[in-house]
């Protein structure tokens, strides 16, 4: 079962591809895919993914890593609008600075699909975009939060994705007004990492020396699960038991959180879909055809996991989906 098909199946999306029918054809068909960088699990899923989907299609991907610089996608874009290629595909690192060579694309009647962020741009500059809906990532995180601390006073830090960024501006704005009405919640430290577990745990650092060695500290919230499984780690340098001393709820569904929730390490986290690519090759597909308009915004599921939804069973489901 190839990588795509395991991971419709285990997202519950894609129905084209789960339910047998086959994806849509673009042989021949050239596109070019600006990808953020590397930073996390969920990202190089992303990359897997994306390049499985192409190799199932036919297309010929064009693949340029940004190394989470703007100015590198702003440069691949132009490059991929010099070659002529059919589509581009792009999973913008932060929001705005993107009129300019969106412009430049629908200029050169090349159709573009935004992947797993936003942009602030006027909508006719692209095609269509694929992606969740991160207030709501954040609002199932938080409410998870809300339900778990039943009534008791809780102080969360917060690991912020990269400045700017979609998921980090919606996931902040989300997980506030899920604990709005709770008085018992509040956030008393909030940074960024970056979305890489490297800064996840630096930062972690910070905070629990910050706050009485970890003793005030009763959540961690991360904008991803890398981020998660840094702080997880600063915790246990600590000498405090991560997932229980303090809770850990992230986004994403990467194996290695499964495996820290299984370990009681991590107590939640709100499930991304990789698969961004199939509905966006599927959008073009028609779009190419016959100039058939897509929806706008595709929205992908967020789903939440915990202890209770077979921890182990979901790391085996995606181990070697990738990430
Ligand atoms: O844009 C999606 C986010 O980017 C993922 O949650 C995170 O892991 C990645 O870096």
Redesign the pocket.
């Known amino acids: 079962m190839s990588i795509v098909t395991k991971l419709a199946l285990v997202a519950g999306l894609a129905t084209a591809l789960s339910s047998g029918v086959m994806a849509q054809d673009l042989t021949g068909k050239v596109i070019g895919f600006s990808q953020?960088g590397s930073?996390?699990?969920?990202?190089a899923a992303e990359t897997s993914v994306t390049r499985q989907q192409a190799e199932e299609r036919g297309v010929d991907l064009k693949f340029a890593d940004a190394q989470q610089k703007q100015e590198n996608q702003i440069k691949a874009i132009r490059g991929f609008i010099a070659q002529g290629v059919d589509a581009i595909l792009v999973?913008p690192v932060v929001a705005t600075g993107w009129d300019e060579v969106l412009t430049e694309a629908k200029e050169a009647e090349i159709p573009v699909v935004l992947l797993?962020?936003g942009v602030d741009a006027p909508e006719d500059l692209y095609l269509a975009s694929v992606?969740s809906d991160q207030v709501v990532e954040g609002r199932v995180a938080g409410q998870w939060l809300v339900d778990t601390v039943a009534g008791a006073d809780c102080k969360v830090v917060e690991l912020q994705?990269?400045v700017g960024?979609?998921?980090a501006i919606n996931r902040k704005q989300g997980f506030e007004e899920a604990i709005a009405g709770a008085s018992n919640i509040s956030i008393i430290r909030s940074q960024t990492g970056d979305?890489t577990r490297s800064k996840g745990k630096e930062v972690m650092e910070g905070f629990i020396k910050a706050e009485n060695g970890g003793a005030d500290i009763c959540a961690v919230y991360a904008?991803?699960?890398?981020m998660a499984v840094g702080a997880i780690q600063a915790i246990k340098d600590a000498g405090l038991k991560p997932g229980t001393d303090i809770l850990v709820v992230s986004?994403?569904a990467?194996p290695d959180i499964f495996t820290a929730i299984a370990a009681g390490e991590a107590n939640a986290t709100v499930e991304?879909t990789p698969n961004m690519a199939g509905p966006a090759f599927d959008v073009l597909a028609a779009y190419l055809a016959d100039r058939t308009e897509p929806e706008k915004f595709i929205i992908t599921e967020s789903k939440l996991y915990t202890a209770a939804d077979d921890p182990a069973g979901e790391y085996e489901r995606r181990k070697d989906l990738g990430y």
């Not at 930073?39 to 990202?43: A, L, N, Q």
């Not at 904008?223 to 890398?226: A, G, P, Q, T, Y």
Request: glycine share 8%; aromatic share 8%; charged share 30%.
């Open positions: 953020i930073e996390s699990g969920w990202r999973a797993d962020r992606a994705g990269t960024s979609t998921p979305f904008h991803n699960d890398d986004i994403d990467v991304l």
